[in-house]
């Protein structure tokens, strides 16, 4: 399983980013993904999911309403759409698969497969 992830950068307190991480290596159709993040000094928090088995999505209280998750099976890419971002939101986005198409969670140990990370900052 190979996961990477693209569209990090810098951007203003109220912009927007939208990050993809691209996998390979993997039946898509069938793997839960999500989006996980992690700020300096602080411990890797999930920020959204979206099960294979039926498209049902969660999010993280701090992110609903302004991050929307979405994926492309046939490019075999997860997207991560993020608005209003705020200074809070500065931290390494992770993506992360797991071979369970009913799966539903933002917790680190039910995912196996992890990308190496994309930064984003946003400034006051």
């Known amino acids: 399983v190979q996961l990477a992830e693209s569209g990090g950068g810098l951007v203003q307190a109220g912009g927007s980013l939208r990050l993809s991480c691209a996998a390979s290596?993997?039946?898509?159709?069938?793997?839960?993904m999500a989006w996980f993040r992690q700020a300096p000094g602080k411990e890797r928090e999930g920020v959204s999911c979206?099960?294979?088995?039926?498209?049902?999505?969660s999010y993280a209280d701090s992110v609903k309403g302004r991050f929307t998750v979405s994926k492309d099976n046939a490019k075999k890419t997860f997207y991560l759409q993020m608005n209003n971002l705020k200074p809070e939101d500065t931290a390494i986005y992770y993506c992360?698969?797991?071979?369970?198409?009913?799966?539903?969670?933002?917790?680190?140990?039910?995912?196996?497969?992890w990308g190496q990370g994309t930064q984003v900052t946003v400034s006051s």
């Open positions: 992360a698969a797991e071979a369970r198409p009913l799966l539903l969670s933002l917790k680190v140990p039910d995912f196996k497969s």
């Open positions: 290596g993997i039946n898509f159709d069938v793997y839960t």
């Open positions: 979206i099960s294979a088995s039926d498209g049902l999505t």
